[in-house]
C-alpha cells in the first residue's frame, strides 16, 4: 500500500514538473490556448501546497530540512485536508474564474466572496511555509502585515493611516506585489527549471564525475582531498542550488577521505559546508540565483555573471589557500598518486557533463534566450548526454521521474516562500515601511555607508538562518537591498552584498545547516564544525564590502581600476589565509597574525594607498620567515 502511494507522488510530481516545462515552453500558445500569468501561478502554488500537505507534517519536521529528504506519503490527518482544500478553493477561483477576477481588478476592492477567497489562499500559504522553514518567516510576514493594520496606532518610525483587513488582502489576491507577483512569477518559470535540471546532473553522474576531476587535478598536492572538496563542491554547488544538498551529496566522499589524510573531523567539515554553500555565489549557474537576480534589478544574465566572478574566485581562493597553509601547518602529505585517478582518463570518461552548461551559456549569453526557455533546452542537453555515461547513469524514463520527484521537492519550498513574501511585499508596499526600514537602518547607522553595511549585512545573516538559498536571497532582496540602494549603492553590489552576507548563515551557528549536514557526517561538535566555518568562510563577511567600495572587484569601471583592484585582493586573500591559519612560510605568532590579517584588509581595500601600506606591513613579517626558510632550505 505504502509503495502504491509512493508511486502516486512520482507520478504527482513528475506531472508538476512536466507542467511547467511546458508552461515555460510556452506550448500551450503553438496548441492555440492562452493561459493568463495569474492563472498559471494560481496552478503553481496550488500544486506546490498540494505536495507540502501531503508530504510534510504539522509538527515534527526538523527545522530548515530539505523537503527532499522527507519520507514518501505519510497518513495525512484531516486539518491537511482542509488546509489543502482551502488553498485549492482560494487558487482555483483565480484558475477557472479569471474573468471575475479581472472584475475586482477594474472595481479595486474585493467583496464577501474575495476576502473569503483571499483569506481561504493567505493562511495555507503561511502554514506552507511555517512547514518548510520554520516559524522565522512566517512571524516576519505577519509582524508586517500587523504593522500595516494597525500602522494608526504605532509611535514613531511605524506610524501611519493604517489599513483595513480588506485592502492587505485585496493586495495580496489582486496587486502585482502580491501572492502572483514577482518572486512566485521566478519560481514558477525559473527557479523550477534550474532545480530540475541539478537533480538531473545528480542522477547522470555528474556529482561522481566533478569529484573525480578534482582528485586528479588536486590530490597529488598537500591537503588534496580537502582541495579536491572545495573545487568539487564549488563546481557541483553552482548547479545543484542547495548548500545543504550539496553538502550531503559531496559531503560522504571528501569528508572520509579528508580525515583520512590528517584533518580534524571538525576542520574537514567546515571545509565542505563552506565549500558547498560557496557554490551558490559561483557562476555560471549560481544556484538560478543569478537568473532570479537579472529579473529583479532588470538587468543582463551576462551582467550578472561578470560581476559576480571575481568575488566568487576571491572567496573559493581563500578557502582554497586555508586548506593549503592548514595541511602544511599540521604536517599533512598528499595521498599516493596510485590512489587518485588520472587526469586524462577521468576527463575523457565524463567529458560530456560540460556539454550542458555549454548549452546554458549558449542560449543565454549568445542566443539570448530567456532564462527559462534556456534552462530547458539545457535540460534536454542532460538528458541526451547522459546516454553516453554508463548504463547505471542513463536518465531512463524511471530515473526521469526520480529527478522531476527530487526538483519538484526541493522546488516547493521556495514556491511556498515566495507567494509568501508576495503578501509580505504588498504590505510593505501599502504601508511604505519597507522604505520607512530602509531609512531607519541608514538614520541608524547615521548616515554612514560602512555602518549601514555592518547593520544591513547583520540582519541579513539573521534573517538567512532557517532559509535555502533562493528564497533567502528573494527576502533579502526585499527588505534589506533597498537600504544600501538608497546610499547610491549600484543595484548590483547591493545585491550581491545581501547574497554573501546570508549565504554565510548556512555555516554561522546558531543554525548553520551546512554544517549539521557535514558535522553528522564528520562525527564532529556541530558549534566546533561551526566557528571552524566561520573563520574558513570569512570572505563571505569581508569580501562585500570590498566590491561595494570597488566596483573594479565586479569588472565594472575603468581598466586601470579593474586590474589593480583585482591583483591587489587576490593578495590579500592569501594574506588573509595565512592569517586566520597561523602559517605562511612557517609558523605565525598573534602579533604576525594580526598584521598579516590586518594587511590582507587593507590590500582589498580601494584605491592605491591602504593597499600600499597593507602590502608593506605584510612585507615587514613575511620577508623573514621567507629569509629563514632560505637558510633552512640551504643548510639541509
Not at 209 to 219: D, V
Not at 578 to 591: A, E, W
Request: proline residues 5%.
Amino acid at each position: 500500500m505504502a509503495q502504491n502511494k509512493s508511486k502516486w507522488i512520482l507520478g504527482l510530481t513528475t506531472l508538476i514538473a512536466v507542467y511547467h516545462f511546458f508552461s515555460v515552453a510556452q506550448i500551450h500558445t503553438f496548441l492555440g490556448l492562452f493561459v493568463p500569468a495569474n492563472v498559471h501561478l494560481a496552478i503553481s502554488i496550488s500544486s506546490a501546497m498540494t505536495l507540502i500537505f501531503l508530504l510534510l507534517p504539522a509538527f515534527g519536521k526538523k527545522h530548515g530540512e530539505d523537503t527532499e529528504a522527507e519520507g514518501s506519503f505519510r497518513r495525512v490527518p484531516w486539518y491537511d485536508w482542509t488546509l489543502m482544500a482551502s488553498g485549492l478553493t482560494g487558487a482555483g477561483f483565480v484558475i477557472f474564474f479569471h474573468e471575475a477576477v479581472l472584475d475586482y481588478g477594474e472595481y479595486g476592492f474585493l467583496d464577501t466572496k474575495g476576502i473569503i477567497l483571499a483569506s481561504m489562499l493567505a493562511v495555507p500559504v503561511l502554514e506552507a511555509v511555517r512547514r518548510t522553514t520554520g516559524l522565522a518567516l512566517p512571524i516576519i510576514i505577519l509582524s508586517f502585515v500587523a504593522i500595516t493594520v494597525f500602522q494608526n496606532f504605532l509611535p514613531g518610525l511605524l506610524y501611519g493611516q493604517g489599513f483595513a483587513v480588506s485592502n492587505l488582502l485585496y493586495s495580496a489576491y489582486m496587486g502585482d506585489a502580491g501572492i502572483f507577483g514577482l518572486p512566485l512569477g521566478i519560481a514558477a518559470n525559473i527557479v523550477i527549471v534550474f532545480l530540475i535540471f541539478g537533480a538531473l546532473m545528480e542522477r547522470a553522474g555528474a556529482s561522481r564525475w566533478f569529484m573525480e576531476m578534482a582528485l586528479a587535478l588536486t590530490g597529488w598536492s598537500r591537503g588534496g582531498p580537502a582541495k579536491a572538496a572545495v573545487v568539487a563542491s564549488a563546481m557541483f554547488g553552482s548547479i545543484s542550488g542547495s548548500p545543504s544538498g550539496n553538502s550531503a551529496t559531496t559531503g560522504v566522499f571528501t569528508i572520509p577521505m579528508m580525515k583520512k589524510i590528517g584533518y580534524t573531523p571538525a576542520f574537514a567539515a567546515a571545509v565542505e559546508a563552506v565549500a558547498s554553500t560557496g557554490g551558490i555565489i559561483l557562476p555560471p549557474v549560481m544556484g538560478a540565483i543569478a537568473f532570479i537576480m537579472a529579473e529583479w534589478i532588470n538587468t543582463t544574465y551576462t551582467a550578472i555573471v561578470i560581476a559576480a566572478t571575481v568575488p566568487a574566485i576571491l572567496y573559493f581562493l581563500i578557502v582554497f589557500v586555508s586548506v593549503h597553509l592548514q595541511a602544511r601547518k599540521d604536517g599533512i602529505e598528499a595521498l599516493p598518486r596510485s590512489e587518485l585517478p588520472k587526469f586524462w582518463p577521468v576527463f575523457i570518461r565524463g567529458w560530456y557533463y560540460l556539454m550542458p552548461i555549454g548549452v546554458l551559456i549558449y542560449f543565454l549569453v549568445i542566443k539570448t534566450f530567456p532564462p527559462g526557455i534556456a534552462g530547458i533546452y539545457t535540460c534536454a542537453a542532460v538528458f541526451a548526454t547522459s546516454f553516453l555515461a554508463p548504463r547505471e547513469f542513463w536518465l531512463t524514463p524511471a530515473r526521469l521521474v526520480q529527478a522531476f520527484d527530487e526538483g519538484v521537492r526541493r522546488w516547493i519550498t521556495v514556491a511556498a516562500i515566495t507567494a509568501a513574501v508576495g503578501i509580505m511585499i504588498g504590505a510593505l508596499e501599502l504601508s511604505g515601511v519597507g522604505i520607512k526600514v530602509s531609512r531607519f537602518i541608514v538614520d541608524l547607522a547615521g548616515g554612514d555607508l560602512t555602518m549601514t553595511l555592518i547593520l544591513v549585512g547583520l540582519v541579513s545573516l539573521i534573517v538567512g538562518m532557517g532559509l535555502d538559498a533562493t528564497p533567502a536571497y528573494i527576502t533579502l532582496a526585499t527588505l534589506m537591498a533597498p537600504a544600501l540602494i538608497q546610499l547610491d549603492v549600484p543595484p548590483m553590489a547591493a545585491h550581491l552584498f545581501v547574497i554573501y552576507w546570508g549565504l554565510a548563515s548556512f555555516y554561522t551557528p546558531p543554525t548553520c545547516i551546512a554544517v549539521f549536514i557535514t558535522a553528522s557526517i564528520a562525527g564532529s561538535k556541530v558549534w566546533e564544525t561551526g566557528w571552524e566555518g566561520v573563520r574558513l568562510g570569512i570572505a563571505a563577511f569581508l569580501i562585500p564590502f570590498a566590491f561595494v567600495y570597488n566596483n573594479g572587484l565586479l569588472l565594472q569601471g575603468g581598466l586601470e581600476q579593474i586590474i589593480t583592484g583585482v591583483t591587489t585582493a587576490i593578495i590579500g586573500a592569501i594574506l588573509l589565509a595565512g592569517g586566520i591559519r597561523g602559517y605562511i612560510f612557517g609558523l605565525l605568532n598573534v602579533l604576525q597574525r594580526l598584521v598579516l590579517f590586518g594587511g590582507g584588509l587593507l590590500l582589498i581595500a580601494p584605491g592605491i594607498l591602504w593597499p600600499l601600506i597593507g602590502l608593506g606591513a605584510s612585507a615587514l613579517v613575511l620577508l623573514p620567515k621567507l629569509s629563514q626558510l632560505r637558510v633552512s632550505g640551504e643548510n639541509a
